[in-house]
C-alpha cells in the first residue's frame, strides 16, 4: 500500500509541475505581451504630443503673422498717405488700430497658451527656452502694458520671470 501511496504522490507531483509550467508560461507571454503594447502606447503618445507641439507652434506663428500683417498694413496706409497726399481717414485709421489690438490680443493669447504648457510641464522646459525665450522676453519687454499686475498673461509673465533669473 505504501508503493501505491508513492506512485500516486509521484504522479500528483509531476502534473502539479507540468500544470505549473504551463501556467508560467503563459503568464510570461502575456507579460510579453504587455510589453509590446506599452512599448506601443510610449510611441503613440511620443507622436501625440509631437502632433499637440507642431499644432501649439503653427498657431503661435499664423497668430504673429497675422499681428505682422497688421502692422504692414498700418504702414502702408501711413506711406500711402505721405506718397498721395490725401487726407487722413479716421474712420479706416480706426479700423487698422482694431485690427492691430485684436491680433495683437490673439498672438499674445497663444504665448500663454505656450508658457502654460511649459509652465505645467506638458512640453520641456530646456527645449522651449531654447526656442522660444527671445521671443517671450521681445513680447513681454515691448507690450509692458499687457503685461502688468492686472494682466491676464499670467503664464507668461510667469516663465518670463523663471527664464530671467536663470
Sequence with gaps: MNTETDWISAISSTLTTIISGGVLWVAYYQ????????????????NSILMTVLELESELNKRKESFDNANFELREYN????????????????????????????????????????????????DWRTEYRDTIFE????????????????????IYNKWKSE
Excluded at 510579453?32 to 503618445?45: C, T
Excluded at 513680447?139 to 510667469?158: F, G, H, L, M, Q
Design 31 to 46: 507579460i510579453k505581451q504587455v510589453k509590446i503594447q506599452l512599448k506601443g502606447l510610449a510611441e503613440n503618445q511620443k
Design 79 to 126: 506711406l500711402e498717405l505721405e506718397n498721395s497726399k490725401t487726407k487722413l481717414n479716421k474712420d479706416l485709421l480706426e479700423i487698422y488700430i482694431d485690427k492691430i489690438e485684436v491680433s495683437k490680443e490673439n498672438y499674445l493669447n497663444s504665448l500663454d497658451r505656450l508658457s502654460y504648457c511649459i509652465l505645467h510641464d506638458y512640453l520641456s522646459d530646456r
Design 139 to 158: 513680447a513681454v519687454d515691448n507690450y509692458k502694458e499687457k503685461y502688468d499686475i492686472s494682466s491676464r498673461y499670467r503664464n507668461t509673465i510667469d
